[in-house]
């Protein structure tokens, strides 16, 4: 097998279409690559305000291909000439313990201020223990330049404290991420 570079305007096979193999050991860059691409985490427990709406700040990163997300601030924004559908994804963990009786949770994402698309949760404990559960959300959503996007939570107990799980990215529990989708 030879190697070398292929310049070419345009390839077409005989009957119009068809299919480009490529191996699983070549990286795609450029216009094929699903970047920009950011997975983050919470690396530390968070007591949250009850009733409160709260900004999560993921203050680690797995990876950040093209520095969109901003550990300071929790914010993912768009760069310039990356505007279009992207695949978002959080999980958040929460967890009490002896005494919490907590009433609902939601997450939600944020964009430019401005509430989003989010999940919710009721829990019927009146009294006792709380402990450890997890509130996932996955969406497509069509962002533009300069977009700004963060992760809200926000839980209502009855007693006790609300706490926002983090951990060392070995174990992490509470991340946030997500990436351009190429071709749509």
């Known amino acids: 097998m030879a190697d070398g570079t292929?310049?070419?305007?345009?390839i077409t096979t005989s009957s119009g279409s068809g299919t480009i193999t490529i191996p699983n050991t070549v990286t795609v860059a450029g216009a094929m690559a699903n970047t920009p691409a950011f997975r983050a985490y919470k690396s530390?427990?968070?007591?949250?305000?009850?009733?409160?709406?709260?900004?999560?700040?993921?203050d680690s990163e797995f990876f950040d291909t093209d520095n969109v997300y901003d550990t300071s601030t929790g914010i993912f924004t768009v760069p310039s000439g990356k505007g279009g559908k992207y695949f978002l994804n959080t999980v958040t963990r929460i967890t009490g313990g002896t005494a919490n009786a907590f009433l609902s949770a939601y997450v939600q994402f944020e964009i430019n201020g401005t509430n989003n698309e989010y999940r919710q949760r009721s829990y019927a404990t009146s009294s006792g223990n709380f402990n450890n559960d997890s509130i996932e959300m996955n969406s497509i959503i069509n962002l533009n330049e300069g977009d700004a996007v963060k992760v809200m939570i926000y839980l209502d107990v009855a007693s006790g404290?609300?706490?926002l799980v983090g951990a060392a990215a070995a174990n992490a529990v509470t991340i946030f991420g997500g990436y351009r989708i190429i071709g749509a």
């Open 6 to 10: 292929l310049k070419v305007g345009t």
């Open 44 to 58: 530390g427990n968070t007591t949250l305000s009850d009733a409160t709406q709260t900004a999560v700040v993921y």
């Open 161 to 163: 404290t609300a706490i």
